[in-house]
């Protein structure tokens, strides 16, 4: 696996390829890399000839209070979980490289709508950010491919809007959330977690499961939202938000939609824990659900 930390030096290799006439998927991290990173590589080799990774810690979507400064950095352990895992080349840029006349008079990238909500209104510019990060890596990169995990659902959603509306050349591919044994979705910041607040923080995915649960049901989507609030509560979290929108634009849910992903953000202790579920209420749906 090469390493490689300047634009030029990248665009070489990936022309390189490209000229040899093969594909090329492109996995963006910020590194401190879990087995959940390693599971888009995995599927990124299944999509493409060659597979590149990026590691950066972006600044942009970083609010002023957040863990910028703490985010742990673990580039020698993540290279060779790369190379293990059959990652082609690590780009790592410097900040510098990446905004050469500092954040705060870099061109952005917004999506709106989208970015405004949910973790959006909770982390005011940090869809900013990450649009704009991940538009400029794309712009480098050149991918044919690029694969995200479903876990940042939202994430997910924006990047696809983005692409969409800049008219890129880029196929968006989510993955499936990578959890732990217990049901914790798997997160480069569960490491703030202590042993005690480590064993609590499976709550999250069942208060979700039980939300699903009730929607198939019948339940009103917000008794659904208010019982699932209180539960978290209730078990020692502190809910940033639980809520029902609908799976494509992230609208608030109404009785009438049936494509729903449930969403929910809580703190516990240091680490900001997030989560969702999808949910597609029809009649097969309930009554399977009903029978289990």
């Known amino acids: ?43 990124a080799r299944t999509r493409a000839r060659r597979v590149v990774a990026s590691i950066f810690v972006n600044p942009m979507q970083f609010g002023p209070a957040e863990d910028l400064d703490a985010y742990p950095r673990t580039l020698a352990r993540d290279r060779e979980l790369l190379e293990a895992a059959g990652c082609d080349l690590l780009f790592v840029p410097g900040v510098s490289t990446v905004y050469p ?81 217990d049901g914790l979705a798997m997160s480069s910041r569960n490491g703030y977690l202590s042993a005690a607040q480590r064993t609590l923080a499976p709550t999250l995915r069942r208060v979700l499961t039980t939300a699903r649960r009730a929607l198939l049901e019948g339940a009103a989507v917000a008794s659904v939202e208010r019982e699932a609030d209180a ?18 634009d992230l609208r608030p849910a109404t009785e009438a939609d049936r494509d729903l992903v449930i969403l929910a953000a809580a703190y516990l202790g240091r680490a900001r824990l997030i989560d969702n579920l999808r949910v597609q209420l029809d009649t097969n749906a309930a009554l399977q659900q009903t029978l289990r």
Not at 7 to 22: K, M, S
């Open 1 to 43: 696996m090469k390493t490689i930390d300047t634009p030029e030096d990248l665009r070489l290799q990936v022309g390189a390829w490209r000229a040899a006439g093969e594909r090329v998927a492109f996995v963006p991290t910020m590194g401190n890399l879990h087995a959940g990173h390693l599971t888009l590589i995995a599927e």
């Open 101 to 181: 006349r500092g954040s705060e008079a870099q061109t952005r990238v917004e999506v709106p709508g989208l970015s405004d909500v949910l973790c959006g209104e909770s982390r005011p510019g940090h869809f900013r950010g990450v649009a704009t990060v991940v538009c400029k890596l794309f712009n480098m990169v050149q991918p044919d491919v690029a694969l995200f995990g479903e876990k940042d659902f939202q994430q997910l959603l924006v990047i696809r809007r983005m692409v969409e509306d800049l008219a890129m050349p880029v196929e968006i591919v989510g993955v499936p959330t990578v959890r732990e044994s």
């Open 231 to 248: 539960a978290l509560r209730e078990a020692g979290l502190a809910p940033d938000y639980v809520q029902v929108r609908t799976a494509d």
